[in-house]
Nanobody, 123 residues
Framework: VHLVESGGGLVQAGGSLRLSCAAS????????MGWYRQVPGAEREWVGG???????MYTDSVKGRFTISRDNAENMVYLQMNSLRPEDTAVYYC??????????????????WGQGTQVTVSS
């Protein structure tokens, strides 16, 4: 299984980025997907997740600003990030595990992780 994130970069506060995660080697349509982020010296933080059937949940700090979507035909999951803030600066990771119909929050439940993509928001 491989997960490859892309789309990170440097953006000014208030701007937008869309992260992509390309998945291969798993039954994508039966997989729960998640997005996490991590800053140096801190634990990995759950950003949001999507169930196999499209249910989404988000951590409070990103509600109304971030949106997760998926394209099962292309084995892709996306994280649209709007109204970015300097505190959103982190390495962002996508994660996957075989699970139907649930959104997974706990990182240890996910079996597969991408390599991460850096998002930097300047003030």
């Amino acid at each position: 299984v491989h997960l490859v994130e892309s789309g990170g970069g440097l953006v000014q506060a208030g701007g937008s980025l869309r992260l992509s995660c390309a998945a291969s080697g798993l039954t994508f349509g039966s997989s729960a997907m998640g997005w996490y982020r991590q800053v140096p010296g801190a634990e990995r933080e759950w950003v949001g997740g999507m169930s196999s059937d499209g249910l989404t949940m988000y951590t409070d700090s990103v509600k109304g600003r971030f949106t997760i979507s998926r394209d099962n035909a292309e084995n892709m999951v996306y994280l649209q990030m709007n109204s970015l803030r300097p505190e959103d600066t982190a390495v962002y990771y996508c994660a996957a595990t075989s699970a139907r119909g649930i959104v997974i929050v706990t990182s240890r439940v996910y079996d597969y992780w991408g390599q991460g993509t850096q998002v930097t928001v300047s003030s």
